[in-house]
């Protein structure tokens, strides 16, 4: 019996470009997809899965990874990430 795989939900980490910053004007040509990949991933060098959580249950998202990309920027901006 196979392991059955979750579905990729916004894309594959090799996808993204590191070289692009979060929230830079390059980085907002990129397809929404990534966005969400990259702020994610962002987001968990910024702090623990816990802060992340206790902030988008704040706002009352569950689950976490639900936010908009808005509020992950938004999010990234309290936690001092972006300008």
């Known amino acids: 019996m196979t392991r059955q795989l979750k579905p990729v939900r916004w894309g594959r980490v090799p996808e993204i470009d590191k070289r692009l910053r979060v929230g830079t004007?390059?980085?907002t040509k990129q397809p929404d997809r990534l966005k969400?990949?990259?702020?994610?991933?962002?987001l968990h060098k910024l702090g623990t899965h816990n802060q992340i959580r206790s902030?988008?249950?704040?706002?009352?998202?569950?689950?976490?990874?639900?936010?908009?990309?808005?509020?992950?920027?938004g999010v990234a901006r309290v936690m001092g990430g972006l300008k």
Do not use: E, F, I
């Open 55 to 73: 902030r988008a249950r704040r706002k009352g998202v569950k689950p976490t990874s639900d936010l908009r990309l808005t509020q992950k920027l």
């Open 36 to 42: 969400h990949l990259s702020v994610w991933r962002y």
């Open 25 to 27: 004007t390059a980085w």
